[in-house]
């Protein structure tokens, strides 16, 4: 684009943002001026008849004072209760009181209510904790033993009322919130005790002992199940003796030879954990009295260390407190009681509900209910009192902020030059210039306006490769004076955007946010730089990271000999974190070991804390037996690995299954598999379905149903949006919806709550596509944006839109919504495309959280840049960026960031420029390009 074009584009995208913004204001008065109602929700009722009515006693206490005092503005308030019994893992009876925020939206100068936005919500829950198990008196499901308290340590604000600090909140559909709790519990008691380090390291001790006793058997398995298939090969192969002596051969004596190798590993590995267990323990008595708040090592897998506070990765452990519960004469007496009010941040009307939630909580009254069969009478006018704390002063009238949920972001001193102050420091009479800078770590960045300047050099750090830190002008403006801040020096392999650098004295001067960082960085290196994989040796990117962490985090596949802890022998899955360094291959075994078959296409999601992918790999976890492909989650919250495709009562699937991607809010997985036993959905005459996968519930079920057959009906290479609300999957079949004559592939669409498929491949026009130039066994990819407006894909069909005279493949954006087509794969005078785009047949393409960006890879060279480059196209101006702009190298599938600030791709030749000289493999490998279009990688924007 041109400097003049992007001008223009520039102050249109000003003048457009100023009408949104003014018509927000005008949408969120008229919301605000709105009364909403009351509503009453359908109950969940289980209670035994006695217990119901100590429930409802409470359960009303809640309610109707807080009827009478709050009225809803902008929403309706909708409440509901669900009222329990004891159950195996809550001993004593529970209750709970939601009160939902159903939020009028503007639709024109209409207020319509939407029904299903209730993200926010306030909620009382009597002898149970909603984020915590604390009845379990059994082992924990996980590798540490115990439980993790993931809302960290409580502060006792009096006697026996606690308050967590706030914690950031996913609320669907890409949207973070912010969630408040409280917790009321017998005076000075917690209805869970903390675990010590000593308690922990004796538990991880007696878990290994366990695990290192039973890998003889487990070798003895996996040995006897390839003695099978050996008789089974030597009846298939009893007339063709040659074969049978190959598969010996290159097969079976291998396979036997590597489980060997692998019990070997194991053996080593949890010895040597062992030992350093027993280390730990000979630690000074006062040390392993601490509260265990552990971090998984990086270095080995066995292994944990410990911390004073809750940094990230850091885990809070908790055991049962049985000795915390009374017996009464009713089990339903409340013992525990919590609160918590959850909210979007960033919406005015929540924000309001959020604050009157808290001006009406009456804590004391609250904690009144503890061990009575009833509460004490209160007043339904009875004023709200400002709440205290343990030193008697007032707490402020609110505590809701309205503001984005806290981020990791890490703030360093910054260097200054030629005395120019880069933080505040002491005040100061007068308005200074000041912002935020997110740098890579020892960079110096020069930023100037009119006569001053400034330059910042981030503090290098071995834990920190890139970070944020403010600085500040020492000249001072007057009022109504107006700056315009730009970059005035940055290295040439480095890129810089400024966000609100433009603007007036004093209302704009602390407001200005600096992203910079490398044209093309190297991603695939190991955490100490040491170690590269190059382009031929690397594949399948994924990019994750959003709300301050853009593009931060990466996972991919390589089989590099050496990298990250590979043997070399099979590919790997490696996660890394590009502002920290650290590389970590991921697709390990509980012994540590790397997996014993080859992994393939990881995705990731948008918090960068779950991967999933596919391998055939026996050893990641226990019990893997089917002999096939399946599909593993990995958790960074515990460094372990789940098998993700099960059968319907939890045991082995009995088929091959691929092709898996994970929702953006990490709760759902869609992925291909011909096995017959996930579901209770026949197969039919279908031979592979698309599976939907419920993480929370633990529950799968196929969405490729054929409607009239109500078996499966064919389906590969699914997609899945943010919220896991919409799938999007290829088929041949023509009975999946009415009509279907073309007798081709299709794309169909699954929408939860909806009945049906939906086909969404038609033409420009709205007719059914050719056949083009393509097989008729050909699969694609189709990729949804996380919002699920948008989903691309690729055909060489000649009548997908006006003017496609040639047989190349082109990349097609269909809005879901509107029903809208266009090509992304034209040039900016409108001709096709002179080669097919992407290279590969139906290749996944690159979609960003909103659709506004799509990344392709092609062969045409009249798109901007010669064949074997990488393109971004914007579906709202329908124009073009140059992601690689070179000659006589290959190029990999990219992969597109949150917002589209940063497309993750491999190339064969080495981008990454550092001091004139290149950095990294002179292979090429994976590279991040910072396109600027959005946040950086540790920018609040």
């Not at 309610?63 to 929403?75: C, K, N, S, W």
């Not at 020069?446 to 300047?453: D, F, I, L, R």
């Amino acid at each position: 684009m041109t400097s003049a074009m992007e001008k223009y584009v520039f102050v249109l995208l000003l003048f457009a943002t100023a009408i949104t913004n003014a018509q927000d204001n005008d949408c969120v008065s008229r919301q605000m001026a709105k009364a909403g109602k009351w509503t009453k929700l359908k109950e969940t009722v289980k209670a035994a008849p006695a217990d119901l009515a100590v429930q409802r006693r409470f359960y009303n206490a809640v309610h109707d004072p807080l009827q009478v005092a709050y009225q809803p503005r902008g929403l309706d308030a909708a409440y509901s209760g669900s009222f329990q019994p004891a159950q195996y893992s809550q001993p004593i009876p529970y209750w709970y009181y939601t009160l939902f925020a159903e939020r009028y939206i503007c639709e024109g100068d209409a207020l319509v209510l939407n029904k299903f936005d209730i993200t926010s919500m306030f909620r009382v829950e009597f002898n149970y904790v909603s984020f915590v198990e604390i009845y379990d008196t059994a082992a924990a499901d996980n590798p540490l033993g115990f439980r993790v308290l993931r809302e960290g340590i409580p502060e006792e604000m009096r006697p026996g009322i606690w308050q967590f600090r706030d914690a950031t909140t996913s609320l669907g559909a890409g949207l973070e919130g912010i969630t408040k709790n409280w917790l009321i519990t017998y005076d000075g008691q917690l209805p869970w005790t903390f675990v010590t380090r000593r308690e922990f390291l004796q538990k991880r001790k007696r878990l290994l002992q366990k695990e290192l006793a039973g890998e003889s058997t487990r070798l003895k398995e996996k040995i006897a199940g390839w003695e099978e298939m050996k008789k089974y090969k030597e009846q298939e192969y009893k007339s063709d003796p040659a074969k049978l002596a190959a598969y010996l051969s290159g097969t079976h004596n291998p396979a036997i030879e590597r489980e060997k190798a692998n019990y070997q590993r194991s053996i080593a590995g949890y010895q040597n954990g062992l030992e350093r267990l027993d280390d730990q323990l000979s630690a000074p008595a006062d040390e392993l009295n601490k509260r265990a708040i552990v971090i998984k090592s990086t270095q080995n897998n066995f292994d944990y260390g410990f911390t004073d506070n809750m940094v990230p990765f850091a885990e809070l452990l908790i055991k049962p407190n049985p000795a915390y519960f009374k017996k009464y004469a009713s089990g339903a007496v409340p013992q525990m009681i919590t609160v918590s009010i959850r909210y979007d941040a960033k919406n005015a009307v929540m924000v309001e509900f959020a604050k009157a939630m808290e001006q009406n909580l009456r804590l004391d009254y609250l904690k009144s209910f503890i061990g009575k069969s009833a509460p004490a009478a209160v007043a339904a006018a009875l004023p709200v009192k400002p709440q205290t704390g343990s030193n008697g002063n007032k707490a402020p009238e609110t505590a809701v902020p309205v503001q984005k949920a806290p981020t990791s972001t890490k703030i360093t001193k910054a260097t200054p030059d030629k005395g120019m102050a880069t933080e505040p420091g002491p005040k100061q009479r007068g308005n200074y210039v000041s912002g935020i800078l997110s740098a890579p770590a020892g960079i110096a960045v020069t930023v100037g306006y009119g006569n001053n300047e400034l330059t910042i050099t981030p503090q290098k750090s071995k834990e920190q490769l890139y970070g944020s830190n403010p600085f500040r002008f020492t000249s001072s403006l007057k009022n109504g004076e107006s700056f315009d801040l730009g970059i005035r020096k940055l290295p040439g392999n480095l890129k810089a955007v400024v966000y609100r650098g433009k603007g007036n004295v004093p209302e704009d001067t602390g407001k200005i946010r600096v992203g910079v960082d490398y044209k093309y960085e190297l991603l695939s290196r190991s955490s100490d730089d040491k170690k590269f994989s190059n382009f031929y040796e690397t594949a399948a990117p994924a990019v994750a990271g959003m709300d301050g962490e853009e593009g931060r985090y990466i996972c991919f596949i390589s089989w590099t000999k050496g990298f990250a802890g590979n043997d070399g022998k099979f590919r790997q899955v490696f996660w890394r974190d590009r502002n920290t360094g650290i590389t970590k291959m991921i697709s390990v075994a509980p012994d540590g070991s790397p997996a014993d078959a080859d992994c393939a296409l990881p995705t990731i999601s948008a918090d960068g804390k779950k991967v999933v992918f596919e391998s055939k790999a026996t050893n990641l976890v226990t019990g893997d037996q089917n002999k096939a492909k399946d599909i593993f989650l990995w958790r960074a919250s515990t460094n372990s690995i789940e098998l993700v495709s099960k059968a319907a009562d939890g045991g082995n699937s009995n088929g091959e299954s691929y092709d898996a991607m994970i929702a953006g809010n990490g709760s759902y997985v869609v992925f291909t598999s011909d096995a017959v036993n996930m579901t209770s959905v026949p197969r039919g005459r279908s031979q592979y379905n698309i599976f939907l996968r419920d993480l929370p519930e633990g529950k799968t079920q196929m969405l490729s149903v054929d409607p009239v057959t109500k078996t499966g009906g064919n389906g590969i290479k699914a997609s899945i949006s943010f919220d896991g609300s919409r799938v999007s999957f290829c088929s041949p079949s023509n009975t999946l919806v009415a009509n279907d004559n073309n007798n081709l592939w299709d794309i169909f669409l699954w929408e939860k709550g909806r009945g049906g498929l939906r086909r969404i491949s038609f033409t420009q026009d709205g007719k059914e596509r050719n056949q083009g130039d393509e097989s008729g066994s050909r699969q694609v990819s189709s990729t949804l944006s996380g919002n699920g407006q948008y989903v691309v894909y690729s055909t060489t069909a000649s009548n997908m839109v006006p003017g496609d005279v040639l047989k190349y493949q082109d990349v097609f954006v269909y809005d879901i919504n509107s029903n809208q087509l266009q090509v992304a794969s034209f040039s900016n005078n409108g001709e096709p495309g002179n080669h097919d785009s992407p290279i590969e047949q139906g290749e996944r393409l690159a979609i960003s959280y909103d659709g506004t960006w799509v990344a392709f890879s092609t062969k045409a060279s009249n798109l901007g840049a010669p064949g074997s480059n990488i393109i971004l196209y914007n579906t709202q101006t329908k124009t073009k960026q140059v992601v690689t702009d070179t000659k006589g190298s290959y190029v990999g599938r990219p992969a597109i960031s949150y917002s589209g600030s940063y497309v993750v791709f491999g190339k064969s030749e080495a981008l990454d420029q550092r001091s004139g000289a290149a950095f990294g493999d002179n292979g090429g490998g994976l590279f991040a390009f910072f396109t600027g279009n959005g946040p950086c990688r540790d920018c609040e924007y």
